[in-house]
């Protein structure tokens, strides 16, 4: 099989097919070449999605903090408004699964062949790690025997998303688990050194290397469409990704449900899932449906306490 072309190469294809056909390709080429550059450095793989180009656009909205600053030594600095740059599309509403989807998913990812392979065992304890722990996918995939502490039940993330680097306590079934999946891993004669993989393939040439992140989405789309699972959200259909927004949002509910200040706790989730900014964490109670109605009544609250400090 041939490997997929890269952006830059197939931006200067399109380029070159533009100057046969006689157009300048001068300014429009100062862009595309900018966008590969930014999908290059940022270590894109796959098809182009929104996201993507969203956030390469959304790097220009960065001017205008530069600009306003600018204006103070050069009063005809122009600041851009914020429609200056067009609408970008906003982040979608993720799947949170219930807890009965999850139980489905694991169960049916136990049941990968063959039967008494290591397969099962593997998508399995992958799938169920990432939903305990709200770990992006790839974070899970780069994990080294050496990154899971099983005594003191602690992951450590290496330079994950952002560079940014950070401490995973496991709650004790977590750790149990893991424990086991290592047991049978082992028993199976894969290599057991520090430095080796945690999650490995287990078929043909790929057996014992690092799990890879396509087979990991190929594999889930067949479980998915073997549950039958479907997405009443925003997205075509349910993620491995929606399992990390199905921790962050199951523990905000838990916190409501017992009592706990949420703006003093959301610092620390924020932290544990590795979000650049809180800001980013406090998202989830405007934009996913199990939360609108916590983010309603802190807005009531806050009306009521305003409105009694006014009168």
């Not at 070449?33 to 790097?59: D, I, K, Q």
């Not at 921790?247 to 706790?265: C, E, H, M, P, Y």
Request: aromatic share 8%; glycine share 8%; hydrophobic share 40%.
């Amino acid at each position: 099989m041939s490997a997929r072309p890269s952006v830059p190469s197939l931006i200067e294809k399109f380029l070159a097919e533009r100057r046969r056909l006689g157009f300048s390709d001068r300014n429009e080429g100062y862009g595309l070449r900018s966008f590969a550059g930014y999908v290059r450095a940022v270590g894109h793989r796959g098809p182009l999605t929104l996201e993507v180009m969203a956030n390469w656009a959304r790097r220009l909205k960065k001017l205008r903090t530069f600009m306003r600053w600018l204006q103070q030594f050069e009063p005809r600095t122009e600041v851009p408004d914020d429609a200056i740059f067009g609408r970008l599309p906003e982040r979608q509403a993720p799947h949170i699964y219930s807890q009965q989807e999850v139980i489905d998913l694991l169960a049916a990812a136990r049941r990968l062949g063959p039967v008494a392979g290591l397969r099962g065992a593997v998508f399995e304890t992958l799938l169920g790690l990432i939903a305990s722990t709200g770990l992006r996918i790839g974070e899970a995939l780069s994990l080294r025997n050496l990154d899971v502490d099983l005594k003191t039940g602690v992951l450590h993330i290496h330079q994950a998303k952002f560079g940014k680097s950070r401490q995973v306590p496991m709650h004790p079934s977590t750790v149990d688990a893991l424990r086991r999946y290592r047991r049978t891993r082992d028993l199976a004669g894969e290599s057991a050194a520090e430095d080796a993989p945690f999650f490995i393939g287990t078929r043909g040439r790929r057996r014992g290397l690092p799990l890879g992140d396509r087979q990991v989405h190929r594999v889930f789309g067949q479980l998915r469409r073997q549950l039958g699972l479907h997405n009443p959200g925003t997205h075509d259909a349910p993620r491995i990704h929606d399992l990390r927004h199905t921790f962050v949002v199951r523990r905000i509910l838990k916190w409501q449900a017992t009592g706990v200040d949420i703006d003093q706790a959301m610092l620390s989730l924020s932290t544990y899932v590795g979000h650049a900014m809180v800001t980013n964490t406090y998202w989830y109670l405007s934009a996913v449906p199990e939360l609108m109605a916590l983010a309603a009544g802190r807005f009531e609250s806050f009306m009521s306490h305003a409105d009694a400090e006014d009168a």
